[in-house]
């Protein structure tokens, strides 16, 4: 939440930052801005809006200079205002800074320096920053010690990138949310993540919680707990060109349409690791957010009947309360491998002695560099915010993960031939964008799926809500009678899974309730009497138990998108939302 990146070097700084940010903007985009540092001293530019549409009315490329920084926002303190936006200053508007994170003791700092005079025009925790290492320079001359003493002070996560009139250098700090260092010749790059600095250098080092850096156009130094320490620099595989729509009206829709080719590659995924970890252990807990969460239903459901493990799955956010403190075997799952809430939840756990399986899409990310065993789960970068082909490369990753530990190893094909189902599902999307244009007028819908469908019809409907803004939710397709049933009338959607197999003739049964109150029933079935229930359907192929999860999310996915693009919602940019949930 929240992208940052600074820059230093022969380029003008203002445009590296401003394409930079456009890299970042899935990470938020209430506002955004820029500072530089030229001949003329500090000028900034800050709106509200999209970057594009601010670059648009206020023109980024006025800035000078060969240094700067600059942010794209997801608000957390205070609202969507210009006066909000980053960066922020100090009294002398010599200081500059952005922030991705939250700063828990800002109260308690503001008041405090408002004592000494310092006016704030914000209500962010950023500007308070800004004051404190104006304040803390009072008392120290040199800037970095200044801004060191500075981010003594404050509690809660941080990364910070602030620059200074005067000093050719950028200063950073990082307690959460993360910094990556980008090293080029004769100039130097950081961002919150690598799509920004792709088009520039390959060569970064990911800064780790504590760290303090000084970056300069020639070179680096972090400190950690004021001693001068070395970090592996790493080349990244991903290109500029897999972070490019390359041709696709939204990143969504690519990243939909590379799901035949993703899901291949993850089940070749190197999974020995994790199988070493999981094997043998008769509890099992996994923790993840949102759609990772629906994921780990999955898991959840082959270990429990396939291999007759217990596994426990739970909301990143709620371990703290949920967990038993014996856990000894913890699977992580996050796309990013840096959601605020999995990864506090990965952090108990490890204190109390558990070991923790990291299965993520990015590797090194905290997530893969924190976890004891990895997987990585290939699906490539992932731009739009809505998840798509990360959950399903999750699923055949954990699936696979699964299969091995239960000795049906030969089962894995049935997920192989999943690809060529997607594709076909993928050939007539032009089915599921009438389908769209039929149930854009409606207004409330209710997912079902029973067994290895439950968590499809779950993620349904978050991929609706999130895009649409509709109202969407999923049940359990036995679950309906139980209190969900007295919503159901006419002009009501229920989307039902059914595929065939020993749910079907239960879930078809549930179907008939639902028609027998009106409800507008929509089937993604391969069943001829699921069909014929209902008052629109799309045809599955018919797939395998396994490949269920899988292949049918791809056309939830697919009528999501269409309905978004006909109700004219940006798909990739959904309101109030942002990717990588930095913070808790
Ligand atoms: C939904 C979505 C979110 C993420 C959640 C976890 O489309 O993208 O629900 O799944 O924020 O993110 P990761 O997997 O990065 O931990």
Known sequence: MCGIIGYIGYRKASEVIFKGLR???????????????????????????????????????????????GHTRWATH????????????????????????????????RAALAKKGHKFVSETDTEVIAHLVEEEGKKEGDFGKAFANAVAKLSGSWSLVCMHQGEEAIYLSRNGPPLILGIGKDEMFCASDVPALLDYTKRVIYIEDGDLVRFTREGYEIKNKGKKVERAVHTVTWTAKMAEKEGFDHFMLKEIHEQGGKIREALAADASGAVALLKGQQNITVVACGTSFYAGLVFKQLLQSRLGVNCDVIIGSEFAYARTGNERVVVAISQSGETADTLSAVRLAKKSG??????????????WRESDATVNIAAGPEIAVVATKSFTSQVAVLSKIALTLSGEKQEISSLSDASEQIEQVLERAGELETLASRLAPHKDFFFIGRSLSFPSALEGALKLKEITYLHAEAYAAGELKHGPLSLLQKDVVVVALAPSGTSLPKTISNMSECRARDAQLVAFSDSDEAISKSALHFRMPRVAQLAIPIVYAVPLQLLAYY??????????????????????
């Open 23 to 69: 890299k970042l903007e899935y990470r938020g985009y209430d506002s955004a801005g820029i500072a530089t540092v030229s001949g003329k001293g500090i000028s900034a530019i800050k709106d509200i809006g999209r970057i594009d549409d601010i670059h648009a009315k206020r023109n980024f490329l006025q800035l000078e200079g060969n240094m700067g920084i």
């Open 78 to 109: 205070g609202g969507v205002t210009q006066k909000n936006a980053h960066p922020h200053t100090d009294s002398t508007g010599k200081i500059y800074i952005v922030h991705n994170g939250v700063i828990e003791n800002f109260d308690s700092l």
């Open 354 to 367: 558990a070991k923790i399986l990291g299965i993520t899409n990015v590797t090194d990310s905290s997530l």
């Open 563 to 584: 309905m978004a693009v006909k109700l004219e919602k940006d798909p990739d940019k959904p309101r109030n939302l942002a990717k990588s949930c930095t913070v808790e």
